[in-house]
C-alpha cells in the first residue's frame, strides 16, 4: 500500500482523501454503470465486491493523467513494466487489477460521489 501511495505522491499529486470500504453489488452497479450492458460486466461486479478495497482522491495538476500513467493498461498482462497494473495486478484466471483510475474527470467527479459521499 504504502508503495502504491509513494508513486501517486512522487507525482507531486496530493492525497486528499482515503476511505476503506467493500463494495455492495449495487454501489458496484453504480460505480461502473457505463459498464452495465457489457458481457464483462457480472465478473467485473464479483471482483468489485470480493474483497475490501482502499479508495483515495488525488488532486493536483494534471491528476486523472498522472494517474493513469502510473497505472497503466487495463490489463496487467499488457502493462509496461513500472506500473503499477504491471507490478500488482494477477494475470492468471484473467485480468484482476491493484488499482483504478478515472478516465475523465467527469467520471472521478461521479466516482468519487458513489464512494465518498
Known sequence: MADIIGRYLSTGLMLESIKTLTFTSE???EFYREHLKERFFPELAEE???????AMIFVGENAV?????INGV????????????????????GPRNAVHGSDSL????????????
Do not use: W
Open 27 to 29: 454501489t458496484a452497479a
Open 48 to 54: 468489485m465486491t470480493f474483497d475490501q478495497c482502499v
Open 65 to 69: 493523467q498522472k494517474v493513469r500513467e
Open 74 to 93: 487495463t490489463n496487467p498482462a499488457e502493462a509496461l513494466p513500472g506500473t503499477l497494473r504491471h507490478k500488482y495486478g494477477i494475470k492468471k484466471k
Open 106 to 117: 467527469e467520471s472521478a467527479e461521479r466516482e468519487i460521489k458513489v464512494i465518498f459521499s
